[in-house]
């Protein structure tokens, strides 16, 4: 195998890698905040994808703005979401909040990948390319929606780097997933970060939708395979960690694909690479059983 | 006495006041009121995910169209059809589950329907136990019918029929390395077991790789059968779900098939759904894929009026599998009528004879075990195989390239750039 096989594999890789960490960053988000894990968010990724699709379609709009108003529409919905379906979570009168948030997510996402074969039909649709073309490195070929793809979704984990970090709304972020009460005393109200969080982690699949769509088509169960996949992610870069599942969703992406790439028989390499990514998982687990970056967020805890 | 008297007075009085309310009740269910009941009938198939639902909902579309014709035209034995419609969403356990509501709750007297192979080799185990006919309809794993349960029919081709010819077409078309790659399921497995024979009695070399059906990234695969020595000249791929879509646009994409070099095929249904074209653009010119009804030149009227009155109601083109579902509905109110009874074997009886003209042409089952897939199968399942030539090209007008007794066109394979 020379080095521009492998280098055309690692590259696809990250691509996929990095929408990956794109929808697993928003469940790490979710999750550290609320303390739930979101099992709809694979169907708010589809969802994502669909508005930005309609925009293109409907109104003209470009590709790249299409994206920023499918983010602000899955923003607004999944903090009208949050507030309809999940307020009971901080309730004292909810007993079993665990199995609430694990019933209710898991619910929607029933609802929403029903709903959206009766709203946009059970065919697959694909919107228009942000560019269109090929770019060829000698004999290897890579698609410019997959470059783009990958480029965007860089500077999207940067800004939200940046924003977790250096903002002071990101700050507040932060201390309500350390400790809800003690930033209660500081005057943050976690109720609004709440909502907040479900919004930011709705547009970040919204924009992993949108930027996928042209590479793979829009179908109503495109989020079923996700859903599972960020929840690997998510475990596998340390449940609550932010760069941990950025890291991991990038280093899942690669290994699948640098498996099927190169595992000794071609014939089953293509079938094992799912298997392939929870096998990463386990053996992860045996020698770091909080996940890569769990130890930081223990502590944070 | 008197009392014995009174006895006897009360006796008659009660005697006269429930037959007041028997004598009515009677007439009321008596045969003249049910036979204005509807006859109810079953459909399966995938109408949500992880299932086919694009192909089911279809299917399900031409089954209505079917008993709204039946129905207006006087129903069946006097009364009205009803279709009671289950969603398997492709999953087995949700299609025994679907059969036994169907057959003991909504009281069905024959299933049709089905997409998924696995599915209906689950659905067919119920029917079979309760001595219900059950018709499918685009399901192509051989041991369907190779199982030999009298109450199974099928009106789509199988694989035997299906799979055989793509691998006679192969070799004649002189392809002599083949990449195969295969969805993991029973229909694909079925449609490889079929195909893998053939290439080896024509001397065609070949490589077969599996993959979910819920795959869509391919990019790696694809770059390794591109860069595999010696290279393939062909690319088969044995896969019915969405994920044919983004297969067919990598593989045009990175330079894979179709090449001068390299042709490409997809068996499975999702070439000649509706947005085939609108998710894969240029990259599905060139490609082969198999039509399972009539060629365009040989329509019948029944299918020229179905493929009307589909268009008219439901504003898009409808697919073979509809075709294939529209007919079987009718085949399944034939058999009633002739049957004159809504009885299982009575039914049973009837499917055997049938001699119905479709949109699919004349449908009749054989009874023959020989071989095993042939009890019960419509034989002469019309299966095309076309190449588009052209973008945005209709299935139906797409040249036939096989089998060589319909083929339109002189050649058997046209490369990009001839």
Redesign the interface.
């Known amino acids: ?1 020379s080095w521009d ?1 492998l280098f ?2 690692a590259a ?2 990250a691509v ?1 890698g990095i929408i990956y960490a794109l929808i697993a960053v928003g469940v790490t988000l979710i999750f550290s905040i609320l303390k739930i894990v979101n099992f709809a968010h694979g169907d708010l990724y589809m969802l994502g994808g669909y508005c930005a699709y309609y925009v293109i379609t409907l109104f003209g709009v470009p590709p790249l703005p299409a994206m920023f108003v499918s983010m602000a529409a899955l923003f607004t919905i999944a903090i009208i979401l949050e507030r309809l379906l999940l307020t009971p979570l901080y309730s004292d009168a909810t007993e079993r909040k665990d199995e609430y948030g694990l019933i209710v997510t898991f619910g929607l996402a029933f609802f929403l ?2 709903i959206a ?1 009766i709203a946009f039909g ?5 919107p228009p390319s942000f560019i269109s073309g ?1 770019q060829h490195f000698g004999n290897l ?1 890579v ?1 410019n929606d997959r470059l783009f793809a990958g480029s965007a979704g860089i500077v999207l984990i940067l800004a939200l780097l940046y924003f977790m970090h250096r903002t002071i709304w990101g700050q507040a972020l932060d201390a309500v997933s350390q400790s809800r009460e003690a930033a209660a005393i500081v005057g943050i109200n976690p109720r609004r970060f709440n909502s907040f969080a479900f919004g930011v982690g709705a547009a970040l699949a919204a924009a992993a939708g949108a930027l996928i769509a042209p ?3 829009l ?4 989020g ?2 996700p859903n599972i996949q960020a929840y690997v992610i998510v475990i596998l870069g340390g449940m609550g960690s932010v760069l941990g599942s950025i890291i991991a969703g990038i280093a899942l992406g690669e290994s ?3 498996f ?2 190169f595992f000794p028989d ?6 094992y ?2 298997a392939f990514g929870v096998l990463v998982l386990m053996i992860v687990l045996i020698f770091r059983p909080n996940g890569l970056f769990g130890r930081r967020h223990l502590r944070m805890e | 006495m008197r009392i014995v008297e009174g006895r006897h007075s009360a006796a008659a009085c009660a005697l006269l006041l429930s037959g007041l309310v028997i004598v009515p009740t009677l007439f009321l269910g008596g045969s003249p009121v049910r036979a204005a009941e509807p006859i109810k009938v079953g459909w399966v198939g995938p ?4 299932g086919g ?2 192909e ?2 279809l299917m399900k579309d031409a089954t209505q169209i079917a008993a709204d014709e039946i129905n207006a035209k006087g129903g069946v034995l006097g009364r009205k059809i009803e279709v009671s419609y289950q969603d398997t969403r492709g999953q087995p356990e949700e299609g025994t589950a679907a059969a036994q509501r169907l057959i003991s709750q909504d009281h069905v007297v024959a299933i049709t329907g089905e997409f998924h192979s696995s599915v209906f080799l689950a659905e067919m185990e119920v029917a079979h136990a309760a001595g219900i006919p059950i018709i499918a309809v685009d399901v192509w794993a051989l041991k369907i019918t190779a199982k030999g349960y009298p109450e199974v029919f099928r009106v789509a081709p199988n694989q035997a029929l299906i799979a055989s010819k793509y691998g006679e077409w192969l070799a004649a078309s002189g392809f002599k390395n083949v990449a195969v ?1 295969y969805e ?1 399921t029973d229909g694909g497995q079925s449609a490889r077991d079929v195909l893998l024979p053939v290439l080896e009695k024509h001397g065609v070399k070949y ?6 059906p ?8 694809i ?2 059968f591109k ?2 020595s010696p290279p393939y000249d062909f690319f088969m791929s044995i896969y019915s779900e ?1 994920g044919a ?2 297969m067919i646009s990598q593989a045009y ?3 894979f098939a179709p090449t001068p070099h390299a042709g490409i095929a997809n068996t499975g249904g999702p070439a000649v ?3 085939f074209w ?2 894969v653009g240029e990259a599905g010119k060139y490609l082969v894929t198999e039509i399972v009804g009539l060629p365009k030149t040989a329509w019948n009227d029944k299918t020229k009026a179905f493929v009307a009155a589909f268009q008219k109601r439901f504003n898009q083109t409808p697919s073979p599998q509809a075709i294939e579902n529209y007919d079987a509905m009718w085949v399944l109110a034939d058999a009633i009528e002739r049957a004159k009874s809504t009885d299982g074997k009575a039914i049973i009886a009837a499917l055997e004879k049938t001699h119905w003209l479709g949109g699919r042409g004349l449908y009749t089952f054989s009874t023959s075990h020989t071989p095993d897939w042939a009890y019960h199968q419509f034989m002469e399942a019309p299966v095309a195989l076309v190449q588009f030539d052209k973008v945005n090209q209709e299935p139906e007008d797409a040249p036939i390239i096989w089998p060589r007794d319909i083929a339109d066109v002189k050649y058997l394979y046209k490369k990009p750039g001839e």
């Open positions: 195998m096989y055309i594999q696809n890789g996929i990948r029903n074969i059970p065919f697959p649709l694909k090929v070929i698609t590479i793979f088509s179908a109503p169960d495109m079923v395979l699948e694909g640098l099927t790439a071609p014939t089953r390499a293509l079938a690479t799912n | 109408l949500s995910p992880p639902y694009a089911g909902a790659l993991k490589d077969v790789v599996g993959s979910d819920n795959a869509t990234e391919f990019t790696a695969q770059e390794r860069n595999h969405a879509y983004p994409t990175l330079g759904d509706p947005t609108k998710n």
